[in-house]
Structure formats: C-alpha cells, structure tokens
C-alpha cells in the first residue's frame, strides 16, 4: 500500500502510459539526493532532483530536473529561460506541485509546469526521481524522464 502523496504520483504514471514504472516506499529518507542514493544504493548522480524556481517577471514556476550531483548554475539557466530567476517558498512549491519538498515527482503536479532537464542525467542508463514523499522514488529511464516530464535538455549547471 502506499501513501496517498506516492498513489497520485502511481496514477499520474499509469494515466501516462508509464504504468511500467512503480513508485517504491523506502524504509529510510529519500529527502535528500544523498539520503535517496543511499537508500536505494545507487551512485548521487543518478537521483533526479526537481527543484522549483519563479520567473521573477512572469511569475511563472519552473521545474528543473538536475542531477544530484551538481548543483544549479542560476545564471545560466536565467540566460536560457529569458528572465531572473526567484528561489520560492516551500508553500508556493506545494501549491504548484501539489507535492511537499523532498517528495516533488517529475509528473502529475498541480498544474502544468515548464521542465528543464540538465544533460548529466543523460550519462546514466537508470535514474531515480521522487515519488510524492520524502521515502518514495521510482526508477526510470533518462529517456522515460524526458517523455514524461515533456522536458528540454538545456545546460543547468
Ligand atoms: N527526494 C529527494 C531526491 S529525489 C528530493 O526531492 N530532492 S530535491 O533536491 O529535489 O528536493 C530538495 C530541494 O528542495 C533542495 O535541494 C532545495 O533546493 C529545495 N528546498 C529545500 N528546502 C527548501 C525551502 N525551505 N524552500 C524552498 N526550497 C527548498
């Protein structure tokens, strides 16, 4: 059984054609791409972060899927998007994504949310990205990550 954050983000798979892919509830935190790799044994590289910024101009969110090895460079992404960039709250995520940080998927959110995928995560055969809660992931492909986010690869980092 599992939770009904990890459920939703089971049937936003399934909804998508991905019910392949299973959302699994891990004994330990996956919170942290560190915690994640850890609990599912895999290299830190390989865990999907989605991280949540604001177009300080447009208002709109953004969801950048990074690689838990590196960390985002604004400017670059700023440069790619055509405007300033703002690290929101943890209220404003929940609200877009429907999702609490730690446990933000790359699917199924709230509403329809602009994906950016860094290329590193290209250079793995099997990722992990958050399955709704802050112990779920589930595992997919680099090229499973891109369909099912709708996400262009632009430099990130
Ligand atoms: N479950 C793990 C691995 S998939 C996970 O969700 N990692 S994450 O990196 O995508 O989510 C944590 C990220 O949320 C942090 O890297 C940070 O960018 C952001 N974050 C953490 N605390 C806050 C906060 N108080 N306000 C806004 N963003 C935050």
Redesign the pocket.
């Known amino acids: 059984m599992l939770s009904p954050s990890a459920q939703r983000v089971q049937e936003a798979l399934e909804v998508r054609g991905f019910a392949h892919l299973r959302v699994q509830e891990l004994p330990t935190s996956?919170?942290?791409?560190p915690e994640?790799a850890m609990a599912v044994g895999c290299a830190v590289g390989q865990?999907?972060?989605?991280?949540v910024f604001r177009g300080a101009q447009s208002g709109k969110p953004y969801l950048l899927l990074v690689s838990?090895a590196h960390r985002v460079d604004l400017k670059r992404v700023e440069e790619s998007v055509g405007e300033p960039l703002e690290?929101?709250?943890?209220e404003y995520?929940r609200r877009v994504t429907g999702f609490a940080?730690?446990?933000?998927p790359p699917l199924g959110h709230a509403q329809p949310l602009e994906a950016l995928v860094d290329p590193h995560l290209l250079d793995y055969p099997c990722l992990?990205?958050?399955g709704g809660t802050?112990t779920a992931?589930f595992a997919l492909s680099p090229a499973e990550l891109l369909a099912l986010s709708g996400g262009r690869v632009v430099p990130l980092c």
Not at 47 to 51: E, N, Q
Not at 87 to 90: G, L, Q, R, T, Y
């Open positions: 996956t919170r942290t791409a994640a865990i999907v972060k989605s991280l838990g690290k929101p709250d943890a995520v940080i730690g446990g933000v992990y990205a958050a802050p992931l």
